[in-house]
């Protein structure tokens, strides 16, 4: 699997009333490639068709992405599939070394993402355990959490069986429990909620504002610039590995949904238009 590029920053450290900051983070993979063109030259090419050797190509997953955010708030992330959303969350978790820049935060962030590793021939319970375990609880106090995990997660029987037999949907009821159980002051969503049926989101979503309202900071990553808009006070656009927008929860999300609607909709002009009035508006923003 390509690695990112660059140095591992020691992550927790006191901020004061910020909870997360983030400074000229940049994440660039080398990776091989199949696309003949990248060889500059014919003989590069020629030697490639007979030896199997692939070019490597840079990809530029982040770009100079930087921000502060206070203990309390709940920020949105949005973008389009690859603008680097998921690898902003992993490097924050501590998951993935920057190329460059640095991330701090009051607390170690806890990443919830829908491909959370969990053992699949375990039971739910025995998940939640390791679970605890690992994001640090003692024995005592994983013992002490299982039953309210038990019931936050409910379902069932289903919670004494193999993770394997799970419904894409219980496996996410389970991985959000766990995450929780910590009572994190830090927690980084990905998409986690997107498999949930509207009772668990329902249970979820007032799980997270009791996070919020324990002065705890949250991080959403998600397509659905509604729940974006529902359940987070700030939001950052991602584009091409780029930040374009940061600001209320409401404008970015409204913002957002425009511009993937009209790019949906072959309305390529209007789709231009906002985007570089987005970049633009963002750009004067930061000079203020
Ligand atoms: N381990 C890796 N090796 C090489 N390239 C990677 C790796 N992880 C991510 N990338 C690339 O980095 C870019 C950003 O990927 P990332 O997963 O962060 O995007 P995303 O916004 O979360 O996408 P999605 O909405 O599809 O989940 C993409 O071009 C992706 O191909």
Known sequence: MPEAEGKKTGIVVPLGDLSV?????????KVPSTDASAYKS???RLVRSLSGHKPKVIVNALTNVSFDVRAGEA???????????????????????PTS??????????????SAALVPNLSGIENVRLGCLAMGLSPEETEK????????VDIGDAFYLPMETYSSGMASRLRFAIATATKPDILLIDEALA??????KSRSEEKMAEIRRNAGTMFLVSHAAQTIEEMCTRAIWLHKGKMIADGSAYDVARSYRKWAWDIAKGKTEEAAKLLQQTISD???DQLD
């Open 101 to 114: 820049g640095e991330v701090k935060a009051s607390t170690l962030p806890i990443l919830l993402g829908v």
């Open 42 to 44: 014919r003989t590069a």
């Open 195 to 200: 498999t949930g049926d509207a009772a668990f």
């Open 21 to 29: 900051t983030v400074k000229n983070l940049r994440v660039r993979y």
């Open 282 to 284: 963002f750009t004067l």
């Open 145 to 152: 959490a299982i039953p309210e995990v038990k019931d936050f």
């Open 75 to 97: 920020v949105g992330i949005v973008g389009l599939n690859g603008s680097g959303k998921s690898t902003l969350l992993r490097v924050m978790a501590g998951l993935e070394t």
